[in-house]
Structures are given as C-alpha cells and as structure tokens.
C-alpha cells in the first residue's frame, strides 16, 4: 500500500515512533514513488534537493 509507505517514510525522516533515519525514510518513499504516489513523489523530490537519505542531485529533483 504506498499510502503506508509514505506513512513509514514520514516517521522516518521525522523520527516519530522509530529512530530517525533518513536513509530508510528514503527507501520508503521511493517504494511508494515507484507506484505514482504524489506525495511520495514529492518526498524524493525534496529528499534529492536536500541530499536527506540520498546523494543530492538536481537532475534527479527535476525527474522527481
């Protein structure tokens, strides 16, 4: 369900219930990404513009 991944993602990067860890926040919305979940779109996105669990990389926020 990508809506739960996005749920896992968030609570990941923010650290809410589980260790923060931007890399598994990462993992998360890019499982739901890759099933066309807007918001998940949109986390890789700010993930790849920031460099939060990822290598920062402007192309890849474009492609986002």
């Known amino acids: ?3 739960a991944q996005v749920g896992l993602a968030r609570m990941y990067f923010g650290g809410k219930g589980v260790v923060e860890n931007d890399v598994k926040g990462a993992e998360w ?3 739901a990404a890759n099933q066309n979940n ?3 779109c949109g986390i890789m996105g700010n993930s790849f513009y920031q460099g939060n669990g990822v290598k920062q990389s402007i192309t890849r ?3 986002s």
Do not use: S, T
Request: charged share 40%; proline share 8%; aromatic share 0%.
């Open 38 to 40: 807007a918001a998940a």
């Open 1 to 3: 369900d990508p809506d």
């Open 61 to 63: 926020v474009l492609d």
């Open 29 to 31: 919305a890019r499982k």
